[in-house]
């Protein structure tokens, strides 16, 4: 049996077919004037006094993961104290007007953590500053953090999602992102809250067989995807699997709670469909219930969760031995095949695959 809680090792995580090579990469084909970057000089008082006010957006997933040890945010603020210039910070302006932090959140978040007394400071070969805290230190001192100028690029909100992520990708200095966790926390809001809780539910870890990496947000990357080709029309894809996915937390982000739970439902039922159907060898090629199973494809993963996300449970059940015929001709089918496995980004094959699998399953449904 799968825990619900138990968290996939590293290790143990499987690869997803067709994400890497057609997703983690950096594109860089994008107009060279798109890329519309300012900046902007702020305090630190400044800066923390617009986190507050909540013109900062600073993701609580991405912040909890990827937090300094204390001893490198003691250091930070003794190099602010010596006057020791810092390095720029990256931000991203989202269609609201506020600045995502892209780079430079650890820092942010310790002089945060420092000026509101949370943050003791080690430095034993400073007296000065040895075992203080920011209300302990002398005016003098105090002014010096809250005064310290800050450097701020700021990349426009109209630069497009793809050339954003590769942007993100090139300036982050900490641990190399996957661009669904870049996403996570460029469009931080109801959206990436509806994936976080998506990825814990029973039938999506039991249908995907746990093996999907959390800390990489494989798990969220999947739901997205589900997501996007559930609430667009198929039309709207024109070929950027980043753009598309960008487009679909955008919406998310504006739905009423209503809405997002209405999206859970189909969400759970189509889990519970196909694990119903396929068992272990859910969103995996596979032409007999007798096979090995293979990795995850996320081409199958696309077509077979929106696919039988609003037929009743009652309803697949029934048709069970046909669904399991309709897809292995399916997957006999050279064409479908093609459209899974090769050059899954392009706008014909993602329309290929959608419509031939939509004609399957409605032929065994009926028009649903």
């Not at 910070?89 to 600045?99: H, T």
């Not at 969220?220 to 679909?248: V, W």
Request: proline share 3%.
């Amino acid at each position: 049996m799968i825990n619900v809680n138990e968290e996939v090792a590293d290790s143990e995580a499987e690869p997803i077919e067709g994400l890497d090579k057609d997703e983690d990469i950096s594109f860089g084909d994008y107009p060279i004037d798109t890329v519309l970057i300012r900046n902007e000089n702020r305090t630190v008082h400044d800066v923390l006094r617009r986190i507050e006010k909540g013109s900062f957006v600073m993701d609580p997933d991405f912040q909890r993961d990827f937090i300094w040890a204390e001893d490198k945010q003691c250091k930070l603020i003794e190099s602010v104290m010596m006057r020791i210039p810092l390095p720029v910070f990256y931000l991203a302006e989202n269609i609201k007007g506020q600045m995502i932090v892209v780079d430079g959140l650890q820092r942010l978040s310790t002089f945060q953590r420092f000026v509101n007394n949370e943050l003791k400071l080690k430095l034993p070969h400073q007296s000065e500053l040895h075992n203080k805290h920011f209300q302990d230190l002398s005016p003098k001192l105090q002014n010096r953090v809250e005064d310290c100028n800050l450097v701020l690029y700021v990349i426009d909100a109209k630069v497009p999602a793809q050339a954003l992520l590769d942007i993100f990708e090139r300036v982050n200095g900490g641990v190399p992102l996957t661009r669904q966790q870049m996403r996570n926390c460029l469009y931080s809001g109801k959206a990436t809250r509806f994936l976080k809780e998506e990825s814990k539910n029973n039938a999506f870890i039991k249908s995907t067989g746990g093996s999907l990496n959390k800390k990489t947000m494989r798990d969220r990357e999947l739901i997205n995807r589900f997501c996007a080709f559930e609430l667009l029309d198929l039309s709207r894809y024109k070929g950027d699997m980043d753009d598309f996915l960008a487009q679909a937390l955008e919406k998310m982000n504006e739905l009423s709670e209503r809405e997002l739970e209405q999206l859970s439902a189909r969400f759970r039922a189509s889990m519970r469909n196909n694990f119903l159907i396929f068992s272990k060898h859910a969103f995996r090629k596979h032409s007999s219930p007798y096979d090995s199973r293979s990795v995850i494809n996320a081409s199958l993963w696309d077509v077979m969760s929106t696919g039988l996300s609003r037929y009743p449970e009652s309803l697949v059940e029934a048709h069970a031995e046909e669904l399991h015929s309709g897809f292995y001709t399916l997957m006999e089918n050279a064409i479908f095949r093609e459209a899974i496995s090769l050059g899954t980004n392009q706008v014909a094959r993602v329309s290929s695959r959608f419509d031939l699998t939509k004609k399957m399953l409605e032929e065994v449904l009926g028009d649903q």
